[in-house]
């Protein structure tokens, strides 16, 4: 019920600011009154239309309807039904529009109408691109529910991109808290294919690690910062203006009020020009389920990782130096030709002593430096591992004689002894005892360390003083 204290000039505000557009027409269909919002809607000037027939903008196919409709409102006082019609647009197009009409009760003199306005096309785009971030939320959600931590990168960066689409964006970022230093570190990201690869020189830059607490209103809700990004603080204003940034969907997760991550939407231009909040809320829904599975994944591969790797010297151990070793023997069953497979067991001689007289604190930086003396004295794609207390393995494919592998044991051996290892003396030197296995055809695995293990205790055997 309207206050009837209310003045004109606040209902003068409300007529010009009203977000439909407002029409104020005589009983055969000239405008007398056209509020600013039909500027958005129409593309025509308010003013510049006064004087003019409403149905000089109204679709041909639809002026019997509207001219029935407006007979029927000037014949009957009080609000009408909604009418569904196509106008014209300045730009040539025609636009979905609900008309809703009412002449005021008691009006003396003329018939007058007001008509309000609204585009039908926003509402009904707004209700379908709602549907269409549910559907790519349930898409995600199945997707992340059985996936492996193998399939989890893979995942994610297909959300991004679907996410990237959705919004129009120029970019999308998806960030997880390192706890280390407590920083938000790069996950994944997608780039519109309008927005430069990385590597070029007018390539767009990463984003910088953006310490937490900083890249949110801290709410843990969604918002949305206007083409200025003046809703941002300082220091993140500065990180996405690097990027070439001018507007910005931020998502943080803060599951129990812990910070876990948070995904960045990135516009270019002045935004998403559709926008409702609702979408906002959404996308950090969907921001929450990417961390979530993100973080399982970085655990079951850290949980892999651990099962496959040696923890002081992070080489590989036993198991996948075995499991290395079945698929070269897989390897060389194929038709082409792919060389042969050597196995080099090192040894460390008197290891022993260097544990008994500096302790095992200086004994493991020893074996850290000798780990790191045979990765530069092997080939990249050799496998490198520790099976032992000061023993290791490298396993080497695609190898054309046994010589070759010879080749790289002696290369070890003199890195091994060309100075004192970390920790020890300037004067100590260490050697290495190594025997080598050579495949050219299918072996068993097991057979094959054993006979490396054996022929390195015979160097051993035969060096010794």
């Not at 953006?210 to 083409?227: E, I, K, M, N, Y």
């Not at 499991?323 to 001689?349: K, N, Q, S, W």
């Amino acid at each position: 019920m309207v206050d009837e204290g209310v003045d004109e000039a606040v209902e003068s505000f409300v007529a010009r600011h009203a977000p439909d557009g407002l029409l104020l027409v005589d009983s055969a269909g000239v405008l007398v009154y056209a509020s600013p919002a039909t500027r958005a809607i129409t593309g025509f000037e308010p003013a510049a239309q006064v004087g003019s027939s409403i149905f000089d903008k109204v679709h041909p196919d639809d002026l019997g309807y509207a001219a029935g409709a407006l007979s029927e409102t000037v014949r009957k006082d009080g609000r009408h039904i909604p009418v569904h019609l196509r106008i014209n647009h300045a730009d040539g197009g025609w636009r979905d529009v609900e008309v809703s009409a009412n002449t005021p009760v008691g009006a003396t003199g003329e018939a007058m109408v007001v008509l309000s306005i609204r585009p039908l096309d926003v509402r009904l785009l707004l209700s379908q691109r709602r549907r269409q971030l549910e559907a790519l939320i349930e898409r995600v959600s199945g997707s992340c529910a059985g996936a492996t931590w193998q399939a989890i990168e893979g995942i994610v960066g297909g959300a991004l991109a679907e996410i990237g689409g959705f919004f129009t964006a120029a970019r999308v970022v998806f960030s997880l808290v390192d706890v280390a230093d407590n920083r938000l570190r790069l996950f994944a990201e997608w780039r519109s294919p309008a927005v430069p690869s990385a590597g070029g020189d007018d390539a767009a830059a990463p984003l910088p690690p953006v310490p937490v607490g900083l890249d949110t209103t801290g709410s843990g809700r969604a918002f949305f910062a206007g083409p200025t990004l003046d809703a941002v603080d300082g220091p993140t204003r500065l990180a996405l203006e690097q990027v070439g940034a001018v507007a910005m969907l931020s998502c943080p997760v803060t599951p129990g009020g812990a910070r876990l991550g948070a995904l960045h939407v990135l516009w270019d231009h002045d935004a998403d020009p559709y926008w409702d909040d609702a979408l906002g809320e959404d996308a950090a829904g969907l921001a929450a389920i990417l961390a979530a599975t993100a973080q399982r994944g970085q655990a079951e591969a850290t949980v892999h990782f651990r099962s496959l790797h040696d923890p002081l010297t992070g080489v590989a151990n036993r198991t996948e130096v075995l499991g290395g070793l079945r698929r070269a023997m897989r390897g060389l069953t194929r038709e082409m030709p792919i060389g042969g497979v050597a196995l080099l067991y090192c040894d460390v001689d008197r290891f022993k002593e260097v544990n008994d007289r500096y302790g095992h604190a200086v004994g493991d930086r020893v074996l850290l430096d000798v780990v790191n003396r045979i990765r530069s004295q092997i080939r990249p794609g050799d496998l490198l591992g520790r099976v032992g207390g000061d023993e290791f393995v490298v396993l080497c494919e695609r190898l054309h004689h046994h010589e070759d592998a010879v080749t790289i044991a002696d290369r070890i051996r003199t890195s091994i002894a060309s100075s004192a290892p970390q920790g020890l003396p300037t004067d100590t030197r260490l050697s290495l005892s190594i025997g080598i296995a050579f495949a050219d055809a299918p072996r068993d695995p097991d057979e094959m360390m054993a006979e490396a293990d054996h022929r390195m205790y015979d160097q051993k055997a035969s060096t010794r003083p």
